[in-house]
């Protein structure tokens, strides 16, 4: 098997069936949105697809309930350890930030002061959002998953840059807005 054949999506699987002792495809889904899901975007459907082709490469085994809703329960095999293991070990690549609210706000010259501050305000109650999110699992204790504290950290100070940028955006096109009507 060739690492070219794995991708973010296939060491998530095996990260997270891993570390949480096998599950099915509902329960990924479960621990994606609680955990690696808030920093790292993917179709949740390939929670579902990736499992089945895992398992044809040897990296899963899985088992199906003989009754009921006949459900599949994958768990990680020596193979699916080691794979995950040397993704592990290599250097992560270039970090990727891919943020619709920057990529209008880069071409905001050609918008009206207006819309600038909506967009502004707009990012700023979903960065002031995800912040109380993130905040809450700090009361807790920590993120859920497998190591959530220092993920929930760049998370925090992320989130907190991020309300004090759209914060001065919106009032600079506050400021403009105020210096056009009048």
Known sequence: MSDATLGPSSYIVLGLLGGCGGGTSYDLKRWADESV???WTFPRSQLYAEPQRLTELGLLTATQEPGGRR???????????????????????????RDEGLLKLFFSPQA???????????????????LATYESFGKAGEMPGLDGGRPLAMGLLYERASVAFWFDVLAGASNTTVQSSS
């Not at 459900?71 to 990727?96: K, S």
């Not at 207006?114 to 979903?126: D, H």
């Open 37 to 39: 899901g808030f920093f």
């Open 71 to 97: 459900r599949r329960r994958y768990a990680v095999t020596e193979a699916g350890h080691a794979a995950l293991q040397a993704w592990l070990d290599m250097p992560a690549g270039q970090p990727e930030l």
């Open 112 to 130: 009206s002061p207006e819309t600038v501050a909506q967009l502004a305000a707009g990012q700023l109650a979903l960065h002031r959002h995800r």
